[in-house]
């Protein structure tokens, strides 16, 4: 029977109970070593979830960030998330590779002759047998006068405003394990 005895804690076991430093939970008779259950304990720690340098979303505010996590804000050796959605790396992108604007306008664009729709300017008059160049002539009082059309416009570019292309979204706080 084993007896707990007060500090510094010492426990005797029975004969029938041999000591290993492999701990596999296949044996009941066996108690562990102090190795064993020190090489455990690096494993369980080992197990903590989350490495220095691991990136995660905190569900709250700055201000409830947990104790070592940092904002990942470009300071503290943190890439800088603020403001920012995450694609993955390895292919187009680099890992760490900062990209995008916050730019959604549209560029101002001057339209050539080419671009501009199909139309036509039309005059009318009469044909009283002349000959000649190709200009509406107007006869009044007996006197010719001759019109033409003009370019109108000022050549301008012209834009379409701000179009929002975002996704729907929601605001969370990257954090950065120390």
């Known amino acids: 029977m084993s007896q707990i005895i007060p500090p510094p804690f010492k426990v005797e076991f029975p004969e029938q109970i041999a000591l290993s430093d492999r701990i596999d939970g296949e044996r009941t008779n066996v108690a562990a070593s102090e190795k064993a259950v020190g090489a455990l304990n ?33 300071a503290n050796g943190t890439p800088p998330m603020v403001d920012r959605a995450i694609v993955g790396a ?67 570019p012209h834009n379409h405003g701000n179009i929002d292309v975002r996704q729907k979204s929601i605001a969370l706080i990257w954090i950065m394990k120390l």
């Open 42 to 74: 690096q494993k369980v720690n080992s197990l903590e979830g989350y490495q220095s340098g691991d990136i995660k979303i905190h569900n709250g505010t700055i201000a409830t960030i947990p104790s070592g996590w940092v904002l990942c804000d470009g």
């Open 90 to 156: 390895g292919g187009q992108y680099q890992p760490k590779q900062v990209f995008g604007s916050d730019v959604r306008g549209t560029e101002s664009r001057t339209l050539s002759a080419g671009q501009m729709p199909s139309h036509g300017h039309r005059q009318s008059g009469d044909d009283w047998g002349g000959r000649g160049s190709n200009r509406v002539i107007v006869h009044t009082n007996g006197a010719r006068k001759a019109y033409s059309t003009h370019a109108a416009g000022g050549n301008q």
